[in-house]
């Protein structure tokens, strides 16, 4: 394998995992940029899209479908979260919340392990990408492509979203002030539900993606929501971009450093982590502590 | 108040003393009636979350329908068993913590199931003050027969060295010459991979790098890279879990079985389900399979299908044999403490679902077959299966006493 071919597949494995991480990254950030709610269901969730999508496939016989639905199903499953017991505690401290999300990561843990057991489940990649195309002649899976085409997707669509529609608008505005946002007639309430279900639908979809690299498994969440925490922080928590650059920092760093430092693989995030809080205690692009 | 009664301070704790051993006093000997005649407690400090959670759920299940189908029998000594189980997410801190409250909370003096081998290094040295006997049914690593041996501690299962042993010997007539070795970065993964090196260096091949990934990594694709790249006609996998799982599945993804052949220390059926077809051509040794033809097992299977309308997987029938070997070594002591069951063990053979097992006195090695399977997909089978290739006598496959290595 030449120099330039390794480094172009190990480029585009590290666009892959950035874009898994993104999925992860993006809808923690939104959902704490606006709610001030550190879930740590996040990771539950991611797996319970992995699950949702395994059985939707596997009873419609096609992935495109899981990929639609699974994240929507979720989604809606956070909504109803969000209305039917967050919304009750918005005048409580902070505690109440991660109590609540934590719980809520426990309760959906069992569940999935009582709905599809504790054996991990195999979701493969649709037929149209389970081949291979060749990078300067080395193979290259074409799935991983397609996760670093969804990814831009993805992140060009909440970045347009954001900016560009009345909901993203609202969803500002309630960032910034939620007091004034709803002194002004915006229905903060309903904002809030629909930004925590899209920030468990885009869980979920990173969740349901992730499946054919790593199968659907119920260890899945435990090891994620520690690089999904690590994102937003490097991020700044809060912002979109953040959570973006995040997301590729982290993917890099932990395909490059499995290569060069294997040995101080687990340790390699934190570091930058780790260095660019020094610099920066709010993250790149949060707001100073 | 010269004429006020003031107590010494010694009197006062004589008081206290003899307050507090009346009020211990019936619960010690209550404690001591049930470690004689009560319920036949077994600690099971499982993972069963986490990255290895499927092995410790496949423990539980195995321990579960022993302990069921014992209790109708009777029990053992006709005293009924009752299993303790405590997930641990297989972390060593939790394990000796969840065992260190069945023992002060539960008086629970056997323990088995403890899912990964840096929880069993952290409990055997604590077997002695715990006045415990631990009989192993997975863990792999080494150094638990051999430097880190405490003689409360037992191995039913087939080692990491003994599973690697297989491997070797099954390579010495193999067309592969230059080998490189992937593990788990913990204690069983560098164990097994250290041996693997050492029998490839001793049969004259080429052992041409390792590298070690931490639990829970969700992409190789850097390692599949190294693999590669090393130029390597076999690369030897020393993974569980989640791990061997991701593993599978992309390096079939990257197309890497076509180039360099895939070894493993463990052929593991959950995995083989979980990853499909990307097992196809894995060849490995099997600590337990159900595709093993011998009577006990076939009778085995049937129970389990019985039970779970499924075949049974590679640490259920682990588990299985174990709860055998606890059976009828508490039989033959006639008890269950330290001092009476130890013996008991020592030297007891025992016709098991692999074939004869014999807990050998040095260093409690079960010593037993070693079987290769490779996973192949017979016509009529909808999943592939383990299929065996070669089986070893246990002589050939254990190490000598309160050793990891061998000596030809």
């Not at chain 1, 989604?75 to 969000?82: D, I, K, P, Q």
């Not at chain 1, 990078?135 to 347009?160: H, K, M, N, S």
């Not at chain 2, 097992?279 to 399979?289: D, K």
Request: hydrophobic share 50%.
């Amino acid at each position: 394998m030449s120099t330039v071919a390794f480094l172009l597949t190990q480029v585009v494995n590290a666009l892959s995992q950035s874009a898994l991480l993104f999925f992860l990254g993006v809808g923690l950030t939104l959902i704490f940029g606006l709610m001030r709610i550190v879930n740590f269901a996040h990771g539950a969730l991611y797996m319970l899209g992995a699950f949702v999508g395994y059985s939707l496939s596997h009873w419609s016989g096609n992935f495109w479908i899981a990929l639609v639905v699974a994240p929507v199903l979720v989604g809606l499953f956070g909504a109803a979260f969000e209305f039917t017991i967050l919304r009750r505690l918005y005048r409580r401290d902070a505690p109440a919340f991660l109590m609540v999300t934590f719980g809520l990561a426990l309760v959906v843990g069992e569940a999935v392990r009582l709905t599809w057991g504790s054996d991990a489940l195999q979701v493969p990649a649709p037929p149209l990408l389970a081949d291979v195309i060749f990078l300067l002649d080395e193979p290259f899976p074409l799935y991983r492509l397609f996760l670093v085409a969804t990814g831009i997707v993805v992140a060009v669509a909440i970045w347009q979203f954001l900016e560009r529609s009345r909901l993203g608008l609202l969803i500002r505005a309630t960032s910034q002030n939620a007091d004034m946002a709803s002194a002004l007639g915006v229905d903060v309430k309903r904002v809030r539900s629909s930004v925590f279900g899209i920030g468990c639908g885009l869980a979920a979809l990173g969740g349901m993606l992730a499946a054919p690299l790593v199968t659907a498994s119920n260890g899945m969440a435990a090891t994620v929501i520690i690089d999904a925490f690590v994102i937003v922080i490097i991020g700044g928590m809060g912002s979109f971009l953040g959570s973006l650059i995040g997301a590729l920092l982290v993917g890099f760093v932990q395909v490059f450093g499995n290569y060069y430092l294997p040995d101080l693989a687990l340790a390699f995030m934190y570091l930058v982590m780790l260095a660019i809080l020094m610099v920066r205690p709010g993250g790149l692009l949060g707001k100073e502590a | 108040m010269s004429g006020q009664f003031r107590p010494s301070r010694r009197a006062m704790l004589k008081v206290g003393l003899a307050g507090a051993a009346t009020v211990a006093a019936p619960a010690i000997l209550r404690l001591s009636a049930e470690a004689q005649a009560g319920p036949i407690k077994i600690g099971m400090p499982l993972a069963l979350t986490g990255a290895l959670g499927s092995v410790g759920q496949q423990q539980k299940r195995g321990a579960e329908l022993y302990a069921k189908l014992q209790n109708a029998k009777g029990g053992i000594l006709g005293r009924p068993i009752e299993l303790l189980i405590e997930d641990t997410a297989g972390n060593p801190a939790n394990c000796v913590r969840k065992a260190q409250e069945m023992v002060e909370r539960h008086n629970c003096r056997l323990f088995t199931g403890i899912t990964l081998s840096s929880e069993a290094l952290a409990i055997v040295p604590k077997l002695a003050e715990w006045d415990s006997i631990f009989i192993s049914s997975d863990n792999g690593d080494g150094r638990l027969t051999a430097e880190s041996f405490v003689p409360n501690f037992f191995r039913a299962n087939i080692s990491g060295p003994m599973g690697t042993r297989a491997v070797s010997l099954y390579l010495r007539t193999a067309k592969l010459e230059k080998f490189y070795a992937l593990g788990l970065d913990y204690a069983w993964g560098h164990n097994s991979v250290q041996v693997f090196e050492n029998e490839v260096k001793k049969s004259k091949k080429e052992f041409l790098g390792k590298v070690f990934a931490p639990t829970g990594t969700k992409d190789y694709s850097s390692y599949i890279a190294k693999i590669r790249q090393s130029g390597a006609d076999a690369v030897f996998l020393v993974m569980q879990g989640d791990d061997n799982n991701a593993f599978l599945s992309q390096s079939r993804q990257y197309r890497l079985p076509e180039k360099v052949k895939l070894l493993t220390e463990i052929v593991d059926l959950a995995s083989i389900r979980a990853v499909g077809d990307a097992s196809l051509g894995l060849i490995g040794s099997s600590r337990y399979s159900f595709t093993y033809d011998h009577p006990l097992n076939n009778e085995f299977v049937e129970l389990w299908k019985k039970e779970h309308n499924t075949v049974p997987d590679t640490f259920e029938g682990e588990q299985w044999q174990c709860m055998k070997v606890f059976e009828a070594g508490i039989t033959k002591a006639g008890g269950i403490e330290a001092g009476k069951l130890r013996p008991g063990l020592e030297d007891i053979e025992i016709e098991s679902v692999k074939g004869k097992v014999h807990i050998r006195k040095c260093d409690h090695q079960g010593v037993q077959q070693g079987f290769m399977v490779e996973v192949v997909k017979p016509a009529g089978f909808d999943t592939p299966i383990p299929q065996v290739i070669a089986t070893f006598p246990g002589a050939s496959t254990t190490p000598k006493c309160n050793t990891m290595t061998f000596e030809d």
